[in-house]
């Protein structure tokens, strides 16, 4: 059979054009197809992205993880373990207190299942310094 044609399951041939072998290459590797990339794409809403989403995508904010995570040893805070899967909790509420984002202080090192505690106890909204220090400590 020539190159470009190949025989379905069910007896029938078809042909690949050079551009369709391309695309489909391209959509295996990882690189971005032309027919799936921004207004083409099915999930396109208009380009809306939300102010968290660009936050925590930015470098700045990548770089203060990393810097939490490299004070704290890459160590839970809470339950004293050495990497796995971490989390860098914001001590002030990170809607609450803009300003506090980005500063490394504002930061501690928390498990997923530590995290994951301290929220599902004292909730998504109004964290504090203090909530935290009752969680890490049990004092309060």
Same mark, same amino acid.
């Given at each position: 059979m020539?190159k470009g044609i190949?025989?379905h /399951?069910?007896?029938? $041939?078809r042909?690949? @054009?050079? @551009?369709w072998?391309?695309?489909? =290459?391209r =959509?295996?590797?990882? $690189?971005?197809?032309?027919?799936n *990339?921004? !207004?083409k =794409?099915?999930r396109?809403?208009?380009? #809306?992205?939300?102010?968290n989403? &660009?936050?925590k995508t930015?470098? !700045?904010? #990548?770089?203060w993880?990393?810097?939490?995570?490299?004070?704290?040893?890459?160590?839970?805070?809470k339950?004293?373990t050495?990497?796995?899967k971490?989390?860098?909790?914001?001590i002030?509420n990170?809607a609450?207190f803009?300003e506090?984002?980005? *500063? &490394?202080?504002?930061g &501690?090192?928390?498990?997923e /299942? *530590?995290h994951?505690?301290?929220?599902k106890?004292y909730?998504?909204k109004?964290n504090t /310094? !203090?909530?935290?220090e009752e969680f890490?400590y049990g004092t309060?």
């Amino acid at each position: 059979m020539p190159k470009g044609i190949f025989k379905h /399951k069910k007896g029938y $041939k078809r042909t690949f @054009t050079p @551009t369709w072998r391309d695309n489909m =290459s391209r =959509s295996h590797t990882g $690189k971005p197809c032309p027919w799936n *990339a921004g !207004e083409k =794409s099915a999930r396109w809403k208009g380009g #809306i992205t939300t102010t968290n989403v &660009i936050i925590k995508t930015s470098p !700045e904010y #990548i770089a203060w993880r990393k810097s939490v995570f490299v004070r704290d040893s890459f160590t839970c805070q809470k339950y004293n373990t050495k990497g796995g899967k971490l989390c860098a909790h914001h001590i002030n509420n990170f809607a609450d207190f803009p300003e506090l984002r980005l *500063a &490394i202080d504002n930061g &501690i090192t928390l498990s997923e /299942k *530590a995290h994951k505690e301290f929220h599902k106890k004292y909730g998504k909204k109004n964290n504090t /310094k !203090e909530q935290l220090e009752e969680f890490l400590y049990g004092t309060g």
